[in-house]
Every structure is written in C-alpha cells, then in structure tokens.
C-alpha cells in the first residue's frame, strides 16, 4: 500500500499509520531506521543527541548510516518490511539534506559554545537493574559536564593514568611515562606535556605513591620510580629507584629448590616472581603493602619501603586477573578473567592472606575493580558491559546490591571517588553514576568523543569538603575532575558538575 513519506515523529520511531504534512527531523528518522536495524539504543542516544550539536562527530555518524540504510533493506527485506510499512529506501533523506541539517545545527551550536570546549546537558535517564529484577528507568539527574582538554602527543594507546596533586601523569604501551600539569581551578591544561621516565616495557598500569610512581609492566617486572628534581631545561623527571622483585629477593630464593615453582612444561621460577603481564597494582589503606596481580593467576604482596616480597599466592584464580583493589579495612579483593571475585583478608594476629569469600554475579571476564564511598562500596566493571555495585563492608556481609547498566560493550576501566563513579568502556565513551542518599544510583553524563576504546581513567573532586568524601558529590556543590585515557591514544579532561 502507498504510504506517504511525510510521518509524525510518533509515526516514525512505531510506524503509526496516520500521516501528517509535518516532516520529521532527518536526524530523528535516521535513527529510528537505524533502531529497526538492530542498533542499540546507546547509539539513538549518540545520533540524536548529534542534532544538538553535542556531539562533534555525528553527522560522520549519520552519513554513515545513510549509506549503510539501502544495504541492509536488500540484505534482509521480509523482516524489515514486516516491522515497518514503509519502504526504507523510500524514507530515507538525501545526502545533500543532512549536511545542511547539520550546518544549521552546528552554526546555532557554535553561537552559544566556547570555541576550545565540549560541553552539553544530559536530559536522559539512564536505567539501572539487578538480576532480581527487571530494569527500571531511574529519575531523571541532568548534569553539567565540559570537556577542558584533549591532550595528544602520546605515540602508543595510553594505558594507565595517575593524578597526583596538579600533575597529571600518563603512561602508554611504548613504555614512555609523560607529565602533564593540572590547573584543577582553571578551564584547560596550562603547559604542554613532557616525557619524565621511558622503559623498554610496554606498561600496562601506573598507581601514584606519597614519594612517586609504580608502575607494572607486561615483562612481569614492577617498576619503583622517584621524583628526581629537574633537568637542566627546568622540566621534571622520574629516577627509577627499584625493580620488582629485586635482587635481594632474587639471590634470597633461588639457593632453595622449595622456592621454585613450576611455570610451564619443564620450566620453574622462584615463587617472588611473575610470570606474565602485571595487570593491576593497589596500595594497603596504611601504606605498608602493595599488591600486584598477574595474568599468571598469582597474587603478590609487597612490603613497603623495603620492596621486599612478603608472599605470594598462587594460583589464586582460575583465569588471568585483571584487576586488584583494597577497602578501608585493609580486605583485598581481586577481579578474574574466570568471572569471579575473591576477597583475602589478613587475620588478626596472622601474617598471610586467607580467602573469606568468593562474589559470583557477572557473566563474563572481570576487567576492572575500585573502591568508593571511603572504602565501603566496591565497584566492579566485566566484559558483560555492567557494572556490579558491591556493599556491606561494614557489616561483614558482602552482597551485590545493583548493578549499572548502560554501556554498549564490555566495561574496561573504572574510578570512584566520595559517591561518584565513572566506567569507561570499549564502547568509547565514560559513564559518570552518583550514588543517592539512600543508596541509589543515576547516570550523571555519558561523556563521548573518544575515537576508539576508553582503556584507563582517573577521577578526582574538586570541590567541597574532600575530607568527607562520603557526603560531597557534585550535585551538593562538588565538582569532578575526570581523565580518560584511549586507545586512539588521547586522553581527555572532563570538568562535571
């Protein structure tokens, strides 16, 4: 039957069959063809969203799918007849249409926007679910968010980001560490970056200490670092002070055959040593340990500043681990590749870790793991693309108690501070949660831009009291400082508020 190509935007997002004189916005039409084709609803959010000049990249995004719209009409036609009666060929815009749309747009956007900023409101739920329940949206929490910064320059993916004071420093899988200085009042990064360390190591993660930087490397080695004044054209640099483990441990283990342990087929190593890539690194809430995590399935404990390797717990998962964190009480917890989380905790009056408890509630790998709301909340991000919200610490009974949904792909990287949450994904973009004063969860902003998977972030607040980090979150008057670091090897500076 002949339908007209004029529809009411009801009629173009369920195929209402009464028509209207009035067009709908091209850019509303797209995206509700591009829905029908099995699109998320995350990317209805990105292409709409673009008709506000919020996003810069949406009108590449829209092209693309203009071309793509006829393709997949001829690929799969009985089914995307049957869920819609209009010919999509037929409903689709012309080329020459959407430019001018989007130069519109952009020009009005322009007008009322900072020429060196990304900024936007987020006016969209976000929903959130447990497996107990079905999903159900949550009330709306506009946030104001800005982008200050893009800072590029960084030859390889950055991997690993640390805020300490006003330096920013940044680590990619080249092995170079850079620094970047933080104007944590102002707009934007003031100077330009420099190279403080370089290793012949890819790093795979970079943790700040009171006197420095650790960073943990695919070799299987920890790296000690030390702030070593400036060089002679006035910019910092780091001096490295210690690999892990060091020699003291290496000629204490190896005179004993009960020292070594078996890696592979007909190949052993003494017990202080990993095998495989370090993945993740997490000091003790005293600062008198470390601990590092392996894809060789081992957890080691360092004890600080000695360096020395205290113990070493192997295997402690089935899989690779992926991430390690440590709450207020000094519990470790480590996140696996098998699906599992595991706490340790050190009894009183013992000095070795005991396993007190094994949390199961993701369906894939465990990619990343952190603390919040002073060390009582851990947050844990997979490969499933949620993320689970943990609680009880206090109480002594561990229990899943949400899980954040909302990422198109799996979850990556994650930062908590106070009652703010951030988790970065392959999906390219950085979800910012708020937790309530009852133990809710909202999605503040979902911060775009990036032009490939976000790998590593960094959060910090700004504002308000930072010594009661539990009662501050952006909406009571305390800003957030949020990088993320990217496969396309940028990292972007978000001020949210």
């Known amino acids: 039957m002949e339908k007209s190509a004029k529809c009411t935007r009801d009629e173009a997002t369920a195929c209402s069959p009464s028509p209207c004189p009035c067009p709908?916005?091209?850019?509303?039409?797209?995206?509700?063809?591009?829905?029908?084709?099995?699109?998320?609803?995350?990317a209805r959010r990105l292409i709409e969203g673009a008709s506000r000049g919020e996003a810069e990249g949406g009108c590449k995004k829209v092209l693309q799918l203009h071309e793509e719209i006829p393709a997949a009409s001829s690929r799969n036609p009985f089914s995307l007849q049957e869920s819609c009666p209009h010919n999509?060929?037929?409903?689709?815009?012309?080329?020459?249409?959407?430019?001018?749309?989007?130069?519109?747009?952009?020009s009005k956007a322009r007008s009322s926007m900072s020429l060196n900023s990304e900024e936007g409101l987020m006016c969209e739920a976000i929903s959130h679910s447990s497996q107990s329940s079905a999903p159900s949206p949550l009330p709306l929490s506009p946030c104001h968010y800005q982008c200050v910064s893009t800072l590029r320059g960084h030859s390889s993916y950055v991997s690993g980001l640390a805020v300490d004071g006003n330096s920013l420093y940044v680590a990619s899988s080249d092995g170079h560490i850079r620094l970047w200085p933080l104007d944590m009042g102002g707009?934007?990064?003031?100077?330009?970056?420099?190279?403080?360390?370089?290793?012949?190591?890819?790093?795979?993660?970079?943790?700040?200490?009171?006197?420095?930087l650790v960073t943990a490397h695919q070799d299987g080695k920890i790296r000690v670092w030390q702030h070593a004044g400036r060089r002679k054209g006035g910019s910092s640099h780091l001096a490295l002070h210690g690999v892990l483990p060091t020699t003291a441990d290496c000629l204490r283990t190896f005179l004993f055959p009960k020292n070594?342990?078996?890696?592979?087929?007909?190949?052993?190593?003494?017990?202080?040593?990993?095998?495989?890539?370090?993945?993740?690194?997490?000091?003790?809430?005293?600062?008198?340990?470390?601990?590092?995590?392996?894809?060789?399935?081992?957890?080691?404990?360092w004890r600080l500043p000695s360096l020395r390797c205290v113990e070493s717990i192997a295997p402690a998962h089935n899989d690779a681990i992926n991430a390690v964190a440590v709450s207020s009480d000094g519990s470790v917890y480590t996140g696996s590749a098998d699906r599992t989380i595991k706490a340790w905790r050190r009894p009183p009056g013992q000095k070795r870790l005991v396993l007190v408890g094994t949390m199961e509630r993701h369906r894939s790998a465990v990619n990343a793991l952190a603390m919040g709301v002073g060390g009582l909340v851990l947050y844990s991000g997979s490969c499933d693309r949620s993320v689970v919200v943990w609680e009880g610490f206090d109480a002594g009974g561990v229990a899943a108690t949400r899980t954040l949904r909302g990422h198109a792909e799996a979850v990556l990287c994650l930062a908590a501070a106070g009652d703010v949450a951030c988790s970065g994904s392959a999906d390219r973009t950085v979800m910012v949660w708020r937790r309530g004063a009852e133990g809710e969860y909202s999605c503040s902003a979902v911060l775009g831009g990036h032009g490939a998977a976000v790998k590593s972030l960094a959060l910090v607040l700004t504002g308000g009291d930072h010594g009661s980090e539990r009662e501050e979150s952006p909406r009571g008057g305390c800003s957030a400082l949020i990088c993320s670091g990217s496969l396309d090897c940028d990292v972007k500076i978000w001020r949210v508020t």
């Open 24 to 42: 709908v916005p091209i850019v509303h039409r797209i995206a509700a063809l591009y829905c029908k084709l099995g699109a998320p609803t995350g």
């Open 88 to 106: 999509l060929t037929r409903f689709q815009p012309k080329r020459e249409e959407i430019l001018k749309h989007f130069a519109d747009k952009n």
């Open 260 to 301: 070594y342990v078996d890696v592979r087929r007909h190949t052993s190593r003494t017990w202080v040593h990993h095998v495989d890539a370090v993945t993740a690194l997490a000091l003790s809430p005293d600062g008198g340990y470390m601990y590092s995590v392996s894809w060789d399935r081992s957890l080691k404990v």
């Open 187 to 212: 707009t934007a990064v003031q100077q330009e970056g420099s190279v403080v360390a370089v290793t012949n190591s890819s790093i795979k993660c970079l943790m700040a200490t009171s006197d420095g």
